[in-house]
């Protein structure tokens, strides 16, 4: 199938696929005779693995490292939960990290009075620069 196949089968665009090939995250498709990509079953199933490790936030390193494990059948399934369980503690971050943009605006927006007068805690609070700090 030419790439815009693979991109309908695996939920990613061509543009995208052409950089994880670009970068050696995915083996380049086979080219046929005249120049055009020609992918396979393998390499769809290849490009959906990614594309699900991307969408669960792992980076194209991480995906380069789980590719491996993949491929590698004496692997241990305790390195493949090491990088699940990072990738836990890094969301667990950015959670707390958005309770508190979250909690700070909240608060802002609650010291507003949010009527036709001009004047704004919100807007003063940013141009202060924050002493709001998240």
Same mark, same amino acid.
């Given at each position: 199938?030419? %790439?815009?196949?693979?991109?309908?089968?695996?939920?990613?665009?061509?543009? +995208? %696929?052409?950089?994880?090939? *670009?970068? $050696?995250?995915?083996?380049?498709?086979?080219?046929? $005779?005249?120049?055009?990509?020609?992918? /396979?079953?393998? *390499?769809? =199933?290849?490009?959906?693995?990614?594309?699900?490790?991307? !969408?669960?936030?792992?980076?194209?390193? &991480?995906?380069?490292?789980?590719?491996?494990?993949? &491929? *590698?059948?004496?692997?241990?399934?305790? !390195? /493949?939960?090491? %990088?699940?369980?990072?990738?836990?503690? &890094?969301? !667990?971050?950015?959670?707390?990290?958005?309770?508190?943009?979250?909690? +700070?605006?909240?608060?802002?927006?609650?010291?507003? =009075?949010? !009527? $036709?007068?001009? $004047?704004?805690?919100?807007?003063?609070?940013?141009?202060?620069?924050?002493?709001?700090? %998240?």
């Amino acid at each position: 199938m030419n %790439i815009g196949q693979a991109a309908e089968h695996t939920g990613l665009s061509a543009k +995208t %696929i052409r950089y994880y090939e *670009d970068i $050696d995250l995915v083996t380049p498709a086979r080219r046929r $005779d005249n120049g055009y990509r020609d992918y /396979v079953e393998r *390499d769809i =199933h290849m490009l959906r693995f990614v594309a699900r490790a991307r !969408d669960l936030g792992f980076s194209v390193e &991480d995906c380069r490292v789980l590719l491996a494990l993949y &491929d *590698d059948k004496g692997r241990k399934s305790a !390195d /493949v939960k090491e %990088i699940a369980l990072r990738r836990v503690a &890094d969301i !667990d971050e950015k959670i707390e990290a958005l309770k508190g943009m979250r909690a +700070t605006l909240a608060h802002l927006a609650e010291k507003c =009075h949010g !009527d $036709d007068r001009p $004047d704004c805690p919100i807007l003063d609070e940013f141009a202060e620069g924050g002493s709001e700090r %998240i």
